[in-house]
């Protein structure tokens, strides 16, 4: 394992003002985050109802390791990695399915779905000693797995602080999209997307919550959706939503500004108030909306109701791997593949007892923002690219996010809450990457 | 029909598909875009085989109007993800044609397309899609127009970069 960067000089490379470039183009940091952030943090690996049945089983990615989530015959759920304990050999192929086992196509080694080892072939070749219960011959198992409503968290370390404890106040947006269901429950429905750039994972979560760069980097698909001759009251295949997304980056800076930053110490953050300029709130007066809403009374009563559809917080990044979405039911986990590469994987929930137009809102928001043909995230990505490149360079050695600085107010339980134009999110990152890449094991 | 009335609308067909490819390569995607009629959809589906466009993602499915708002998007000067613009070269072939089996659907081809793609700039990346493709066509007095362009891309489910310009 690389320890070999000390906390001091780490500590040198996190200004409150500015941080250095070679965060983003090491790879003896990378590999100490592999190491530190993502071989320790709760990470997001799956959704429960992509694992419903016994047998039921998901590919994910944690940290470096390819893992199958699996759900076993009495209910619970492991991560377990993908790798034979006799030659190495990945034991699963398949991204999701249902299994009674895993059989290793080289010599047929078999596995249960809790990682033991069941059989092995030509038993009277192998050492009288040999024990199919030795755990070192069972599939390596995550040692820590955790559901918070359904998500399921892995932990690589053995002990630490709970999800609960991780996750803090940012929970409420988990607590929220599953408050959305009429039924109470969501499920991973409609597909999922995948991308990936040539640029470090940290790229991705700054600009989640960068409220300045919109009306630079979307200006193009703002302008084309400005010039529409477009009649709202005429039906429309998407109900007009590609063009309301589209849109929805064309605020100015007075309206940006007018929103609220939050960040957290764990590192999380959210932006406040997106939806209340109207542009983009699901909250429409329409029938499928009305429909819903009914529903929705019906289950938690018309104050709760209101506070539930009410809550009003865009891209919650729960760091460091997953942001969700609760007003379309998106979620996008970030993957780090290396110092420059990186993987976005995006998909939707269907909200249970809801109208079915409602899904299809939440598949469009996908399809608009996560396609690879996305008119939004496809600037954002060449940006991340064009921005790896220049950090290429040697000079200058730094990256400035002193945007807001000194207006950050702290809060209750060290949260910092700031107006939408600061750089305040990435500040907050920053702070909580340091002392995850700087803490004793 | 008798077999040479089948093979002028499979050969007028081919010209179609040659011309609309030309001008995809070309850039004038307000040409491009001409070519489909007013209720006419594009779909690249995100699933092999996939059958509904509402209850999965696609990659692409646009109306009309959105896929106005895509052309006028790849015409702004500060489109990031299309500049330097990407140059294509589109080969269609195996085109078959067959009556419509919809009501305003005159024609549907099959064919398989390739389209190279080049993209200058720091990434020059140089990239191959491929995949079958249904055009449902109606004749207009202006000529042939798409009711339906649908490209299944063989590696429709995998992980993509940024695919910038219409297929």
Redesign the interface.
Known sequence: MPDSIAPDALRRLVLPDRVHRSLYTDPAIFDLEMTRIFGRCWLFLAHESQIRAPGDFVRARLGREDVIVVRARDGRIRALVNRCTHRGAQVCQAERGNTAGFACPYHAWTFGLDGALNSVPHRQSLPPDFDLKDPRLALAAVPRVESYRGFVFGSLAPGGESLVEHLGPIAAVIDNVVDRAPDGEIEQ??????????GNWKLHHENANDTLHPG??H???V???R??P?DYAAP???GHQ??TQ?LSNGFGVREWQSLSLTGFPAGHSYMGGFYRGGVLSPDRDDPVWREYRARLVARHGEEKTARVLGEDRFNNLLYPNVSINAQYQQIRVVTPLAVDRT?VTA??FRLKGAP?AL??RA?RF??NL????S?IL??D???F??VQ?GLANSEPEWLDQSRGLGADRTEAGGRTVSAGLSELPHRAQYAAWLRYMTAAA | MNAAVEIDVKSEAEAFLIAEARLLDAGRFDEWLALFAEDG?YW?P??PGQSDP??????????K??L???V??LG?P????AQPAPRTAHLVGNVTAAPGAEPGVDCEVRSTVMMAEYRPG??ADRRLWAGQQTHKLRRTPEGWRIVLKRVDLIDC????????VPI
């Open positions: 429905a409609g597909g999922v997307a995948r991308q990936e750039y040539r630079f980097v200006e193009s698909s302008s084309a959706a010039g529409d477009r429309a295949y998407d590609t063009h589209m993987r998909f939707c079915e899904f299809h598949v996908l399809t996560s396609s690879p043909a008119m496809s600037d990505i060449e940006i690219e064009r490149g | 959809f690249v995100a699933a509402l209850n999965h993602l696609s990659i692409l499915y646009e109306d109007s959105v106005g708002m895509r006028r998007r702004h500060r489109v990031y993800s720091q990434a489910d995998a992980v993509h970069g940024i695919l910038a």
